[in-house]
Each structure stands twice: as structure tokens, then as C-alpha cells.
């Protein structure tokens, strides 16, 4: 098992960036796909972007293709998802998870932070 907790969050104008970090613990996190997702208020939550366990390969969705960025630091047991060019569409809880998956663009994740709150003003 693998305990998550997201950093970064906070509040930023369209336009701004920001770069959430996602801190595990526990087993092995270099063994584990991690995802970002989303949910904002009263919509489903979003799958975002995700990496294999070496940062071999990277997804992303359409909406933020282009302008997040996912990578992760298996030594520091962190993963991260840098956000630019931000939009007040993108004002959302956002979520880590990670899991021992091999395709990435499943969304099915076993652990999950418990969200950081990303709000972008217009």
C-alpha cells in the first residue's frame, strides 16, 4: 500500500501557473502509474494525466494538453504535474493516485490523496 498527499494548490489568475507535487509513502512508489484528476464542484471527476512507474511515457487529456505537464522523481518518491497558461475552467479539487497498473489511460486507481484545492480567478 501507498499513502498519497498532495502540495501546491492555492489561488492563481487566468494566465498564472502553478505546480502541484504528490508525495508518497509507503511501498515502493517507483514500482507505481500515477495519475492526476480533478473534480470540480457539482461535475464528475476528470481524468487529467498520467505517467508510467519510469516516466517512460506520459498521457494527457485534451483539455490540458499542451499545458500541464506530468513528470515524477522516483528517488524523491514525488511525482508532480506542472500547470500554465491556467484558466478559470481548471478551478477544481485535484487528486494524485497511483496504483501497480501498466496502461496508464485506465483510469482505475487504487490509492488517492486526499485533493488540493486549485482556484484561478479571472
Known amino acids: 500500500q501507498v499513502q498519497l498527499v498532495e502540495f501546491g494548490g492555492g489561488l492563481v489568475q487566468a494566465g498564472g501557473s502553478l505546480r502541484l507535487s504528490c508525495a508518497a509513502s509507503?511501498?515502493?512508489?517507483?514500482?507505481?502509474?500515477m495519475g492526476w484528476f480533478r473534480q470540480a464542484p457539482g461535475k464528475e471527476r476528470e481524468f487529467i494525466a498520467a505517467?508510467?512507474?519510469?516516466?517512460?511515457?506520459?498521457y494527457y487529456t485534451d483539455f490540458v494538453k499542451g499545458r500541464f505537464t506530468i513528470s515524477r522523481d522516483n528517488a524523491k518518491n514525488t511525482g508532480y504535474l506542472q500547470m500554465n497558461s491556467l484558466k478559470p475552467e481548471d478551478t477544481a479539487v485535484y487528486y494524485c493516485?497511483?496504483?501497480?497498473?501498466?496502461?496508464?489511460?485506465?483510469?482505475?486507481?487504487?490509492?488517492w490523496g486526499q485533493g488540493t484545492q486549485v482556484t484561478v480567478s479571472s
Open positions: 505517467i508510467t512507474w519510469n516516466g517512460g511515457s506520459t
Open positions: 493516485a497511483a496504483d501497480r497498473g501498466t496502461v496508464i489511460t485506465v483510469p482505475n486507481y487504487i490509492y
Open positions: 509507503g511501498r515502493s512508489f517507483s514500482n507505481y502509474r
